[in-house]
């Protein structure tokens, strides 16, 4: 009795197997190696067996980009739909960080991909090469990996994104600027402040006060001008702004006064009048400045520096701050004002 035909059709180039769906005019590769041909031949067999009971709506959407453009743009996205169905509890900016990922990591590096081009081997070793810390791929990954979820749901990929293994976690210490890199990320003289951040001043100037005084993000955020104190250069710190958005109070209501540099208030003095509201507003008039904004100028500011490649946070500059703090006591002999929590 004859062997039924496969619907697919397997070749060999460049070292690896190629499969072929039938009806298709081009060879996909499977990333299988030929190295050890009666080992490899039943994988890429096996390989090309699932490829072929994929959907033919792959072509309807073509490119990752064009499946994933509707993911976190707002409360029609079929996951976010999903998760309120399940009675789950989101909020919105849970899902303004998972755009953020998409758009800034995953739509450059995938978007123009094809779904039969998408493959484990090719998003691990992008994720392994990216020069972030272990748990930032994490996060970077699971916003990816709703996106292959549904695709597998679909049935518009063949794999399932559980086979993918992204990096583990790891307790590493947060990177800090450098005494160097922090003079000239942050420069003693208003025109070359100016000159470095470019049209991101006042954002630079929120980077200024996060690293000088220890303020989380969240808070700087909040702070209000009738919480700034230019006479005896401090501020109080008595509001946050939560993920979600809404104003409340500080973390573990951390209500307290801070003093800062005389030329960080100077360069708080620089921002533009009128003095009333947030310090750091975001573009539309009552609403907060968006996390993503701070980072982003930093980022930008960073790649100024000489031989940096340091991945510095806006939340790293606030660790940078109480890392120099324990120094500086610790060279005055006065360890005992302080604990080891962080």
């Known amino acids: 009795m004859a062997r039924p035909a496969e619907p697919y059709s397997l070749k060999k180039r460049a070292g690896y197997w ?4 039938r009806g298709e005019t081009v060879y996909h590769s499977t990333g299988i ?9 039943p994988r890429a067999e096996a390989y090309a067996s699932r490829r072929a009971v994929v959907r033919p709506d792959v072509r ?3 490119t990752f980009a064009s499946y994933a453009v509707r993911y976190f743009l707002d409360e029609t996205c079929p996951w976010w739909t999903r998760q309120i169905g399940r009675g789950k509890t989101l909020n919105t900016e849970t899902r303004r960080q998972h755009r953020s990922r998409l758009e800034i990591h ?3 590096t995938f978007g123009r991909h094809r779904l039969d081009e998408l493959s484990p081997n090719a998003i691990e070793q992008w994720l392994y090469e990216l020069d972030y810390s272990s748990q930032t791929k994490r996060h970077i990954f699971n916003t990816l990996a709703i996106i292959l979820k549904d695709l597998r749901r679909d049935q518009l990929v063949s794999f ?4 993918i293994a992204p990096p583990i976690p790891r307790n590493n210490e947060r ?7 922090a003079t000239t990320l942050f420069p003693d003289n208003v025109s070359r402040f100016r000159h470095h951040w470019g049209r991101a001043f006042p954002l630079g100037v929120m980077c200024a006060l996060l690293y000088s005084s220890g303020l989380r993000t969240s808070e ?3 702070l209000e001008w009738n919480a700034v104190d230019p006479l005896n250069c401090g501020i109080k710190v008595i509001r946050t702004v939560n993920r979600d958005g809404r104003i409340g109070p500080p973390k573990a209501n951390s209500f307290r006064a801070v003093i800062i540099p005389r030329w960080t ?3 708080l003095a620089q921002l533009p009048k009128p003095r009333t509201g947030c310090v750091f507003g975001g573009r539309t008039p009552g609403t907060s400045l968006q996390i993503g904004s701070v980072n982003h100028a930093l980022q930008r500011a960073l790649t100024k520096l000489p031989n940096s490649r340091a991945h510095i946070t806006p939340h790293g500059l606030r660790h940078g701050y109480n890392t120099r703090m324990r120094q500086l006591l610790a060279a005055a002999g006065m360890e005992r004002v302080f604990d080891n929590s962080r």
Not at 33 to 41: F, G, H, Q, T, Y
Not at 160 to 163: A, C, F, G, S
């Open 18 to 21: 190629y499969f072929r769906i």
């Open 33 to 41: 190696p030929l190295s050890n041909e009666r080992a490899s031949r």
């Open 60 to 62: 309807v959407y073509g």
């Open 106 to 108: 995953i739509l450059p």
């Open 160 to 163: 399932d994104p559980r086979e």
């Open 175 to 181: 990177a800090i600027l450098t005494d160097r890199q």
């Open 220 to 222: 700087a955020r909040a």
């Open 265 to 267: 208030m100077h360069l």
